[in-house]
């Protein structure tokens, strides 16, 4: 499979697990967080989706499309293992709907990543919220959740969700 391939299979698997995402958040009050902004597309698709929602942004260098940068109140910047903590007080049990996209395409720094992580996003979530992620999270606090149905580009793996307990 081409590396352009293998793109556009996790865009559709990411697209296809947010949009479950935001329906199972529908009963769920609470905010959104996404960890990393990149360009800013799943940002722009989460407002699209839950426009009512407060959407949080952790970015460690802010480069996203002008038109998908969030407002300076909602924009976390700089390394997540400083950020998240500062924003503790304010995000403390109160994400519905957790994104996090900061996958290399690297598996064993995947690993390292979803292990640092793990412990800050932690105390965020509200118990049943939904996380979206493109790292596999090993937690006893999160149950893995049925993936959607395979997109036109093949099966949804590129992307997992879980909720937590």
């Known amino acids: 499979m081409s590396r352009l391939d293998h793109m556009l299979r996790r865009l559709h698997a990411q697209r296809a697990c947010l949009n479950r995402a935001a329906e199972l958040v529908a009963g769920i009050d609470g905010v959104v967080l996404e960890l990393g902004l990149g360009n800013g597309r799943s940002y722009d698709h ?4 839950l426009p009512t929602r407060d959407i949080y ?3 460690r260098e802010v480069a996203a499309h002008p ?13 997540l293992r400083e950020t998240l903590p500062r924003a503790r007080p304010r995000l403390a049990g109160k994400v519905a709907l957790l994104n996090i996209d900061l996958g290399t395409g690297n598996a064993a720094e995947h690993k390292i990543i979803a292990a640092e992580v793990l412990p800050l996003v932690a105390p ?4 049943g919220s939904i996380v979206a992620s493109d790292l596999e999270l090993e937690s006893a606090e999160l149950d893995d959740l049925p993936l959607p149905e395979a997109t036109p580009m093949g099966p949804v793996g590129r992307y997992q969700l879980y909720r937590r307990r």
């Open 124 to 127: 965020l979530l509200k118990p």
């Open 57 to 59: 942004v952790c970015e």
């Open 46 to 49: 989460l407002r699209e989706l």
């Open 67 to 79: 038109d998908c940068i969030p407002p300076d109140d909602k924009l976390l910047v700089g390394d």
